[in-house]
Nanobody, 116 residues
Framework: QVQLVESGGGLVQPGGSLRLSCTAS????????MSWYRQAPGKERELVAG????????NYTDSVKGRFTISRDNAKNTVYLQMNSLKPEDTAVYYC?????????WGQGTQVTVSS
């Protein structure tokens, strides 16, 4: 079965950095685009970044452009989200996502808290 397992969240001060990882199993990872979403308390889940199957194309929500970088290692079945210059408004649970045969798959999420 499809499994997505996120890691790398934590507490960081404003201006700091974190790298999230999502390791996938149960499907042919290299064939599918991957995305990172986040959900802050009281808010809807939003798309943060996406990457094409071989990594040639990426997209970002405006609020993270220039600060976050999505990448993938198809040999390791892993997608990453490098987050720099973190702000308190980046505080959220971050989820890894992929769409396979019109079904959305999600990881369990990893908490990112940006606070001094």
């Amino acid at each position: 079965q499809v499994q997505l397992v996120e890691s790398g969240g934590g507490l960081v001060q404003p201006g700091g950095s974190l790298r999230l990882s999502c390791t996938a199993s149960g499907f042919t990872f290299r064939n599918y685009p991957m995305s990172w979403y986040r959900q802050a308390p009281g808010k809807e889940r939003e798309l943060v970044a996406g990457i094409s199957s071989f990594g040639g194309r990426t997209n970002y929500t405006d609020s993270v452009k220039g600060r976050f970088t999505i990448s993938r290692d198809n040999a390791k079945n892993t997608v990453y989200l490098q987050m720099n210059s973190l702000k308190p408004e980046d505080t959220a649970v971050y989820y890894c996502n992929t769409l396979i045969n019109v079904v959305d798959y999600w990881g369990q999420g990893t908490q990112v808290t940006v606070s001094s």
